[in-house]
Nanobody, 123 residues
Framework: QVQLVESGGGLVQAGDSLRLSCAAS????????MGWFRQFPGKEREFVAT???????MSSDSVKDRFTISRDNAENTVYLQMSSLIPEDTAVYYC?????????????????WGQGTQVTVSS
């Protein structure tokens, strides 16, 4: 069983940067694909970025020039570096792990989820 804990969220101003961390425990996730998703109030979970076991990455069009996903297998941790934040990025951000190491944009492909961390961007 894999436990995921997100951290690094908070209240920032438009244009600021923020780095989210997702620490995994219970099992090494080095062979897992990892993803970041976000959820706006009253909306379904939305894909943000994903990284395969081998380090291949993919991001949504809305964030690809501003957000970067990375992983540190030695630390069993995945990061989401967010820059040039805008108010529309305000959401709860979730980390997810997928036993099959191939990355995916689809939330239902992931096996484990964290509790989420709130990111609020003020204008």
């Amino acid at each position: 069983q894999v436990q995921l804990v997100e951290s690094g969220g908070g209240l920032v101003q438009a244009g600021d940067s923020l780095r989210l961390s997702c620490a995994a425990s219970g099992h090494s996730v080095s062979n897992y694909a990892m993803g970041w998703f976000r959820q706006f109030p009253g909306k379904e979970r939305e894909f943000v970025a994903t990284v395969s076991w081998s380090g291949l990455t993919m991001s949504s069009d809305s964030v690809k020039d501003r957000f970067t996903i990375s992983r540190d297998n030695a630390e069993n941790t995945v990061y989401l570096q967010m820059s040039s934040l805008i108010p529309e990025d305000t959401a709860v951000y979730y980390c997810a792990a997928k036993r099959n190491g191939i990355y995916s944009m689809n939330w239902f492909a992931y096996d484990y989820w964290g509790q989420g961390t709130q990111v609020t961007v003020s204008s």
